[in-house]
Every structure is written in C-alpha cells, then in structure tokens.
C-alpha cells in the first residue's frame, strides 16, 4: 500500500533530521576570544567585568578559583536595557565634576551605576573609577556586598548563572538571546580573597540548548514512524 511506503519514507526523514541535529548538538563549541583578570577582593566587596555581548550561537566558558568562598554570577542584560540605563544615568549625574571620567565610568560600569543610583536616588555620583594609579580607590559604598544584593533583588530577572558560594567554578552558557554579559564575583567574608577569572568565548554550531529537544522529539518521531512502517510492511508480506 502507497500509505504504508510513505508512512517508511517520513519516518527515515524524520529520523534523519533528528540525527543531524543531535550531531549538531554532539560536536565540541569552538574556542573564539579569552581574557583573564587576578584581583584581591576587599572584605563584603564585590567586582564586575563587562565580558562583551553573546547570543545562541557565541556563548562563554567562565571559571573561577579563589583562595576563599565567594559568590559567583553571569548577569545579562539586552542591548537595549543598557542603552536605557546609560541614558538614565548620563540624565541622573548631568553636573559631574569630571564629565569625561564618569562617562567613561558610566559607559563601562553601568550595572553597578544603577544599582547604587536605584539605592541612593539623591546622592551625587561618587568617585569611583578603579584606577588607583591615576585615581583614589573606589568608594566602599558603590561595591559594598549589600548593594549588589539590593540591585540584584530589584532585577532578579539579569542572573543567569548563580551557582552555590564556592571557591572553584567552571560553567559553560549560551543564552537564549543576545546579551551583554558580565561576570561578578563577590566576597561575602571578612577577610581579602585572591580571585582568578578566567573566560573564553566558544562557538556553537547551532544554540545547544534549543536544539536537543527537537532532535530528541524527532528520533523519537521517526523511530515510532519506521517501526509502524516495518511492522505493516511485515503483518502486509505474511498475509500473501
């Protein structure tokens, strides 16, 4: 019967299609841009490093080591949710005393920015630019612990990574749109930790966590399918 081959032909397509992706799935992301930073991190403080903007297919490799616990996060912003806050920031701090410092200050550190302007509305925009060599070190109160607790309960939706407190991490992440991304890392405890960072941009294919259902869901389709089409085909012969 015609219904009986077309039923075998769909579900080898099928099969097949599944099989690619899971390949597609299976095959090692590729290694793209890395950088590496070493800091001490002072008591309750905490450190951000914008680490570029990544999509499906551009995803990270982030690990961690310290010589104590400490917390660990991957937040995520959209493009245009920075844009926004940068906006509002540059609208927030218009009579800053060095307008070039603390544009580049806003252009670079934005999260941060807002979570100590959403805490502290009616405060002028302090000197916190972390150069020490050119610059005072920053102010306790725009890197304290607590402030990144407050920003990151007012905007829970930006965590896409926040592992248990450890002192060795590795993770891999691909998010589901395009982001800019940016790794904390933060010292709950009273004394300095030594914190190594390293992250490396790695290259999919095809988004990894968007393709293995479909590929499951399809062999799954067509294995169902050929076993129909083998089981008609041999109840077909065994009745001539």
Do not use: C
Request: aromatic share 10%; proline share 9%.
């Amino acid at each position: 019967m015609r219904w009986i081959a077309l039923l075998g032909r769909t579900g080898t397509v099928i099969l097949a299609i599944g099989l690619a992706l899971l390949i597609a799935w299976l095959i090692p992301s590729g290694a793209g841009s890395q950088f590496m930073w070493s800091q001490p991190i002072e008591p309750e403080q905490y450190m951000l490093r914008e680490s570029g903007v990544y999509s499906p297919q551009n995803g990270l490799q982030i690990s961690v080591n310290a010589t104590d616990n400490v917390r660990v996060y991957l937040l995520g912003v959209t493009l245009v949710e920075l844009d926004n806050w940068k906006t509002l920031l540059r609208e927030a701090y218009p009579d800053s005393e060095r307008p070039d410092s603390e544009m580049f200050f806003i252009e670079f550190y934005t999260v941060p920015l807002i979570f100590f302007h959403e805490a502290y509305p009616e405060q002028p925009l302090p000197d916190v630019l972390p150069l020490p060599d050119v610059y005072p070190k920053p102010l306790s109160m725009v890197w304290n612990i607590t402030l990144l607790d407050s920003g990151l309960q007012t905007h829970p939706e930006i965590i896409l990574w926040e592992p248990p407190p450890g002192s060795a991490f590795s993770h891999e992440l691909f998010p589901e749109d395009v982001l800019n991304i940016m790794a904390v890392v933060a010292n709950p405890s009273s004394d300095t930790v030594e914190v190594d960072v390293w992250i490396e941009e790695v290259v999919a294919l095809a988004p990894k966590d968007r393709i293995i259902f479909p590929a499951i869901l399809l062999i799954s389709m067509g294995i169902g399918l050929t076993i129909v089409w083998l089981v008609s085909r041999k109840v077909r012969k065994s009745t001539f």
